[in-house]
T-cell receptor, first 115, second 113 residues
Framework: EAQVTQNPRYLITVTGKKLTVTCSQN?????MSWYRQDPGLGLRQIYY???????DKGDVPEGYKVSRKEKRNFPLILESPSPNQTSLYFC??????????????FGDGTRLSIL | DQQVKQNSPSLSVQEGRISILNCDYT??????FLWYKKYPAEGPTFLIS?????DKNEDGRFTVFLNKSAKHLSLHIVPSQPGDSAVYFC????????????FGTGTRLTIIP
């Protein structure tokens, strides 16, 4: 089954304790991205990657890091989490190029609470 | 600065009637638009899209209309079914690829049986 898998689905942690949210896709997609969803703000892009070792900032990258060492994985790293990073996070992936636009496929989300 | 706006946070529609969800955008460089549907505890799923070279795209019960001069798009669902109850996000992108998506804030649609 084609899917984007995020782990963990839920996490409660404390300020300053480094954490990593993993994202893996099995569709051989070149493009991967992280979003956060906050009430009244919709989904905002944090970072994206066009291919292995190619990453770039989205609209709200502050406080986050990413890496793309393998095509299937795109982890989101919070080196020193703060309460304003409490949010619902989504990973997405898609094919690039071709004759038609390819819609992004989303994971089921990770709810992070930073106390 | 919200470049994609969904001004109705919620909408209730009787089952069998038409649901119309609206979306406005400010960036005239956007040339590709998508609608995503989201159920609780799940990620958004792609519903329908439209390129700026068209003004209408239809897929079964779902039709998206684009009015470029007004910078406005709408999603019509006919007839509405209980399973359509969800949050709907419109999204837009610049240039051919949809990699850099800008999302609206979402509209919660409730279909009343």
């Amino acid at each position: 089954e084609a899917q984007v898998t995020q782990n963990p689905r839920y996490l409660i942690t404390v300020t300053g304790k480094k954490l990593t949210v993993t994202c893996s896709q099995n569709m051989n997609h070149e493009y991967m991205s992280w979003y956060r969803q906050d009430p009244g703000l919709g989904l905002r892009q944090i970072y994206y990657s066009m291919n292995v070792e190619v990453t770039d900032k989205g609209d709200v990258p502050e406080g986050y890091k990413v890496s793309r060492k393998e095509k299937r994985n795109f982890p989101l790293i919070l080196e020193s989490p703060s309460p304003n990073q409490t949010s619902l996070y989504f990973c997405a992936s898609s094919l690039l190029g071709g004759e038609s636009n390819q819609p992004q496929h989303f994971g089921d989300g990770t709810r992070l609470s930073i106390l | 600065d919200q470049q994609v706006k969904q001004n109705s946070p919620s909408l209730s529609v009787q089952e069998g009637r038409i649901s119309i969800l609206n979306c406005d955008y400010t960036n005239s460089m956007f040339d590709y638009f998508l609608w995503y549907k989201k159920y609780p505890a799940e990620g958004p799923t792609f519903l329908i899209s439209i390129s700026s070279i068209k003004d209408k795209n239809e897929d079964g019960r779902f039709t998206v209309f684009l009015n470029k001069s007004a910078k406005h798009l709408s999603l019509h669902i006919v007839p509405s079914q209980p399973g359509d109850s969800a949050v709907y996000f419109c999204a837009a992108s610049v240039h051919f690829g949809n990699e850099k998506l800008t999302f609206g804030t979402g509209t919660r649609l409730t279909i009343i049986p």
